[in-house]
């Protein structure tokens, strides 16, 4: 129960981020908006690793190539499902992107199926389909408006690559949470992004340095709010709920973001929320109860499960 409680803590940290995206998009770029909080939040992590005991039976497991699959995490996993996400939504229609990250918990069921021999049970085919009913009913989607055609096709694509990217680092984190904590996976794979998405920053949107003193009080805090709620806090608490649950029932979670976003939107954003969006939230609450009271099928990860290191899984 208690890896549910944190489930349900960064979701309704994930449903903020979209606000807080607002609120920086005016001063700063899209490339700025995840560069800049991925890198407080990293060193942030600094003093946490440091201060972390090691256990010598998953110690003595590791290899230096074991970099390779952190750095494989970021550029596959985290930079698709930050980066790709934010343009391809751009360049698309809301509506569009709505329905297509309805296909997160379904890549990430196959990739965990691949990845790490999990099933789909029949307690967590139901809480999918309730899911999906729910979802439907609180983002109100205008299915006659939909476009999927030409002009919309580059933007489409980013979007259900970015989900992917995020399907694959939540399946294959599990793997790298046998020999690696919480904590130093999500330190070191954050390390790679700053590698890759440095020279993208300076390059493309070096001007923020500049004017980084001319930021608003409502940028500022737009950032910080990503810093420690998105890229922070709610990392630490998913990978920490991962090494206990399965992927696909993490991932049957994230309809949450849905549940917490909607009243969020008609509070803060003054949106209004209507009584079938009040039925989907209720839907997506009894979905994500039903495998969280009923669905037993996983157990926790001990440091006696650890068969390889993560190098050699990644080969096969």
Not at 108 to 116: D, E, G, N
Not at 152 to 178: H, R
Request: hydrophobic share 55%; aromatic share 12%; glycine share 6%.
């Amino acid at each position: 129960m208690r890896s549910w409680l944190l489930l349900f803590a960064c979701n309704l940290m994930w449903a903020l981020q979209f606000t807080c995206v607002k609120l920086v998009q005016d001063q700063v770029g899209a490339l700025f908006t995840v560069w800049g909080p991925m890198t407080l939040a990293t060193i942030m992590l600094v003093p946490l690793v440091l201060r972390e005991k090691h256990d010598p039976e998953t110690t003595s497991e590791r290899s230096k190539k074991d970099l390779v699959v952190f750095f494989v995490l970021a550029l596959v996993g985290i930079f698709p499902g930050q980066v790709l996400i934010t343009w391809g939504t751009r360049w698309s229609l809301a509506s569009n992107a709505a329905l297509l990250m309805l296909t997160l918990p379904v890549t990430t069921a196959l990739l965990a199926y691949i990845f790490l021999d999990e099933r789909m049970t029949r307690i967590r085919w139901i809480s999918f389909a309730l899911a999906i009913v729910g979802v439907l009913m609180c983002s109100n989607l205008d299915f006659q408006h939909m476009n999927f055609g030409k002009g919309y096709l580059l933007g489409n694509a980013l979007i259900f690559f970015g989900s992917l990217g995020s399907s694959f680092y939540n399946s294959y984190s599990k793997k790298v949470l046998k020999i690696y904590s919480p904590l130093e996976l999500l330190f070191y794979t954050y390390l790679g992004m700053f590698i890759i998405m440095t020279p993208l920053v300076v390059s493309q949107e070096g001007s923020v340095f500049t004017h980084l003193s001319s930021l608003t009080t409502r940028t500022w805090i737009g950032l910080a709010l990503l810093t420690f709620f998105h890229n922070f806090l709610s990392m630490v608490l998913f990978l920490k709920a991962l090494k206990q649950l399965d992927a696909i029932q993490a991932a049957l979670s994230n309809y949450l973001i849905t549940f917490f976003g909607v009243p969020i939107a008609a509070i803060w954003l003054k949106e209004r929320l209507s009584p079938l969006a009040v039925i989907g939230g209720i839907i997506i609450l009894g979905s994500t109860l039903m495998i969280t009271l009923w669905d037993k099928s996983a157990g926790p990860t001990s440091a006696a499960a650890v068969e390889s290191p993560v190098t050699e899984s990644l080969k096969h």
